[in-house]
């Protein structure tokens, strides 16, 4: 039995270091996580911010990782960090319109953002499937509002 924790644990550990799984890390001021995509995070600040940055996180210990494996994950890293710039750019020169998220400012770790508590559309039609046909479309309509802003 000993034995076959040994090698269990063993197998965590290497998946856990493995060169394209990520492991969730903690920024500074964060509260709780809220959701992933395939480059960043977003966690939840306060009530009103949270705060989008990369699923690679800024130090990492290169020997834990294949040649290969770290620099991809450091490619990652810079490609999301340079997409999060981009955004940034792009929401500021939006401007402010009550249906497009806002920028609050930079944090040391990526870009804080206007929360939107009840998360994307999408999922919350996911959750909430028997939503009314009538409800549905005002949304569409203030998304459309907001598409033509920009």
Not at 25 to 41: M, V
Not at 77 to 82: I, Q, Y
Request: contains cysteine.
């Amino acid at each position: 039995m000993v034995f076959a924790m040994r090698l269990f644990n063993q197998y965590i550990t290497k998946l856990a270091m493995s060169d394209y799984c990520f492991i969730q890390w903690y920024p500074r001021g964060i509260q709780k996580f809220l959701d992933a995509s395939g480059s960043n995070y977003v966690a939840l600040v306060d009530d009103q911010t949270v705060l989008k940055f990369p699923i690679v996180p800024p130090h990492e210990d290169a020997s834990a990782y294949s040649a290969a494996g770290w620099k991809y994950r450091r490619r990652m890293r810079e490609v999301s960090l340079r997409g999060l710039q981009i955004e940034e750019k792009i929401l500021k020169r939006i401007g402010h319109h009550e249906r497009i998220v806002s920028v609050k400012g930079r944090h040391e770790d990526g870009l804080l953002l206007e929360h939107m508590p009840n998360g994307s559309v999408q999922r919350y039609l996911v959750s909430h499937p028997d939503t009314a046909l009538g409800q549905r479309l005002k949304w569409a309509l203030q998304a459309a509002e907001g598409l033509t802003f920009v």
